[in-house]
């Protein structure tokens, strides 16, 4: 079997991608900041190291030859950061993933894969004209993704300097939004936390109240499924594909009022339906397509969770709850809110 390290394997994807990369037969190893995993990763037959990705000496406790592929998902994303603090992106980004390269290089790897922002083409959404995956990037400037993305570019062509150093293949994947279940329904903009979209929009409808729809009703993106992208992580691994950026997504769209009205045919109320409130003053939704073109030819992705079974996926996901010995429960991100 071959030997994946996993960093960043306590966090949404990094978890959903040990699991899945465990199922489908190779030798996973997840690694994580949290002092203890409770246990979870071992009822699935995956070991768990935790370490600081910044402590040079930590390395020592991961294997140090003989490792096929390093998953390196471990970041500080704005999304999870209170307040603000551009140093912390500098430390995460660039120093620890430096550390990461060093150790794979050590360790042997043949394949790096490595996540980074869509922030730095969102100068070309607001359309439905599919973004390719080598666009040119430009970071924002006035937001709280500026940092992030420019420290997210920069690792990048640290990497890319590494793989062609040192001989291996690497695997760029731009993350939109990826949608999966995490019972926690929080999230932060400009260091502030608030309620997720989603999971507001589905606690409306469980309790059959009006859902506001802000905009436009036919403004439409991509609605991208964490099963989908650790699909493509493993083609990443696997495939014979091309070393560079890849994009990822479905390749359709979903607009506004059919993401709204999927949420509550799903999760709703049946006896008492919430209705959709189209409120036209309200900003608008962003409109965005990735060109996945790329990473199907490349990398042989197929997609394969429409709109109506991700959700579908979803909520068996929230009912069940196997993530909770690691996670905790959604009450205990919730109190005070």
């Known amino acids: ?3 994946i390290v996993v960093f960043g394997a306590t966090g949404k994807v990094g978890c959903y991608t040990a699991l899945y990369l465990k ?3 190779y030798d996973v190893l997840a690694v994580g900041r949290r002092a ?7 009822d699935y037959g995956i070991p768990y190291v935790s370490m600081d990705m910044l402590d040079a000496s930590a390395y020592g406790k991961l294997p140090q030859s003989g490792v096929y592929g390093v998953v390196h998902m471990a970041a500080v994303l704005p999304a999870t950061m209170q307040g603000y603090d551009p140093y912390a992106y500098v430390r995460s980004n660039l120093d620890g993933t430096l550390r990461v390269l060093d150790y794979a290089v050590k360790a042997g790897v043949q394949r790096f894969v490595f996540p980074k922002s869509w922030s730095d083409i969102t100068y070309l959404t607001g359309t439905l004209t599919p973004i390719p995956a080598d666009a040119p990037v430009r970071f924002p400037l006035d937001n709280d993704h500026t940092v992030y993305a420019i420290t997210k570019n920069a690792a990048c062509d640290i990497l890319q300097h590494y793989a062609v150093k040192y001989g291996f293949k690497y695997y760029v994947l731009r993350f939109p939004n990826i949608f999966c279940y995490h019972p926690n329904p929080t999230y932060f903009v400009d260091g ?3 309620w997720t979209g989603q999971r507001a929009i589905i606690e409306q409808a469980r309790k059959g109240e009006d859902i506001e729809l802000w ?3 036919e403004a439409a993106r991509d609605v991208f499924y964490v099963k989908d992208c650790t699909q493509i992580i493993e083609k990443c691994l696997s495939a014979n594909g091309e070393s560079g950026i890849y994009n990822v997504g479905t390749g359709w769209v979903v607009n506004r009022r ?3 009205q999927g949420l509550i045919d799903v999760f709703g109320d049946r006896r008492h339906p919430s209705k959709i409130v189209v409120r036209p003053d309200k900003p608008d939704s962003p409109v965005y397509l990735l060109d996945i073109s790329k990473t199907i030819a490349q990398l042989g992705y197929r997609p394969a969770y429409d709109y109506m079974t991700y959700l579908k996926d979803l909520k068996k996901e929230m009912e069940q709850n196997r993530f909770e010995k690691l996670w905790g ?6 109190q005070g809110l």
């Open 1 to 3: 079997m071959k030997t």
């Open 23 to 25: 199922e489908k037969g």
């Open 36 to 42: 203890s995993d409770h246990g979870f990763f071992a």
């Open 192 to 194: 502030v936390k608030r």
């Open 215 to 217: 905009g436009n009703p």
């Open 258 to 260: 059919d993401q709204i």
């Open 329 to 334: 429960k959604e009450s205990d991100y919730t």
